[in-house]
């Protein structure tokens, strides 16, 4: 069954997925370049812990290129949560793609500083992309937009919500930050966030 379409994102009229199979069903497409410039764009921003401000800020930007629904949250100087939200047509269940900006290390370290992969300067060797903070977990925030992107791209429209945040810690307790987050409808509040977590860290790296 073909799945009902939605609005194509601004700037991209009169595209749709080609659907080879004819089968109807949308053909759902990861642009790898847009993914890796995605990724590259987030090394390039310096968000230690505690210092994460930056990092909420392009992770607004790129939710507002898609028309998501965005929520900012000032939780001290220089951290911020930013929530991106891609309303559904409504009666699903809502996702959640969970992940912290914050990275590990600073690459200031003096055992660090001139050790190529923990600096903020993404390169591509061996097709592989490195940087400070793409394994934990740039690299999977970058993957969260691109999913909502692609779903945009191919016209899929979803019952539920997927939620896509930018948090200063790991987790639930960004999901907790929000969710007490007085300009939040008070439905919300009441309730969990998400019916769906998902989390994509690896915690052993920058």
Same mark, same amino acid.
């Given at each position: ?15 749709r997925p ?24 987030m ?8 210092d ?7 992770m607004v930007?790129l +939710?507002? @290129?898609? !028309?998501?629904?965005v929520?900012?949250q000032q939780v001290?100087?220089?951290? #911020?949560? /930013?929530?991106g939200?891609?309303?559904?047509q409504?009666?699903?269940?809502t996702?959640?793609f969970?992940g912290?900006?914050d990275t590990?290390?600073s690459g200031?370290?003096p055992w ?10 993404? +390169?591509i @060797?061996? !097709? ?5 903070g793409i394994?934990?977990?740039k690299? #999977?925030l /970058?993957?969260?937009v ?14 539920g ?7 200063i810690?790991?987790l ?5 930050r929000?969710s007490?987050?007085?300009t939040l409808?008070e439905a919300?509040r ?6 769906w977590?998902t989390?994509?860290?690896q915690?052993?790296?920058a």
């Open positions: 069954r073909e799945l009902p379409g939605c609005d194509p994102p601004a700037g991209r009229e009169g595209s080609h659907d080879e199979s004819g089968s109807g069903v949308s053909i759902v497409t990861i642009d790898r370049d847009r993914l890796v410039d995605t990724a590259s764009r090394i390039g921003v310096h968000s230690f812990t505690g994460e401000e930056a990092m909420a800020r392009l930007e +939710f507002e @290129e898609r !028309g998501l629904q929520q900012w001290e100087d220089n951290r #911020a949560n /930013a929530l939200t891609w309303r559904g409504g009666g699903g269940k996702l959640m969970n912290h900006m590990s290390y200031r370290e660090l500083k001139d050790v190529p992969g923990f600096q903020p300067d993404p +390169f @060797e061996d !097709g592989r992309l490195y940087g400070l394994s934990n977990m690299g #999977a /970058a993957c969260y691109e999913a909502v992107r692609a779903l945009q791209d191919a016209r899929v429209a979803l019952a919500d997927v939620m896509t945040p930018g948090g810690e790991a639930g307790v960004a999901a907790a929000f007490d987050d007085p409808p919300r009441r309730q969990q966030l998400a019916d977590i989390v994509s860290a915690p052993l790296f």
